[in-house]
């Protein structure tokens, strides 16, 4: 069964770090483009960050650029999410998602159950 599995949510101040966790299984995580996205409450969900299949580039939005990095550890078939400099409007539930492709972030056909970030003070 392929599923998903996020970790490491929580409350964290703001200027703090969280990172998060998505452990696969089912599949290889480091054959897919897997993905971030996130739902703040009373919002709609925003794509976040990925990193590609194969080799493994990564990318992320313009509201987490040089905050948020997506990492893989192909032995552990985990994703991570290091997420630093929070600030209040981080706070969402954060989904780890697999694309049907290596390539191409869109078609999140598999979903974890996400993990509650709040950042507050």
């Known amino acids: 069964e392929v599923q998903l599995v996020e970790s490491g949510g929580g409350l964290v101040q703001p200027g703090g770090s969280l990172r998060l966790s998505c452990a696969a299984s089912?599949?290889?995580?480091?054959?897919?483009?897997m993905s971030w996205v996130r739902q703040a409450p009373g919002k709609g969900l925003e794509w976040v960050s990925g990193?590609?299949?194969?080799?493994?580039?990564?990318h992320s939005a313009d509201s987490v650029k040089g905050r948020f990095t997506s990492s893989r550890d192909n032995a552990k078939n985990t994703l991570y999410l290091q997420m630093n400099t929070l600030k209040p409007e981080d706070t969402a539930v954060y989904y780890c998602?697999?694309?049907?492709?290596?390539?191409?972030?869109?078609?999140?056909?598999?979903w974890g159950q996400g993990t509650l970030v709040t950042v507050s003070s």
């Open positions: 089912g599949f290889t995580c480091s054959n897919y483009a």
């Open positions: 998602a697999k694309s049907l492709t290596n390539w191409n972030f869109g078609f999140l056909e598999v």
């Open positions: 990193i590609k299949g194969g080799g493994g580039s990564t």
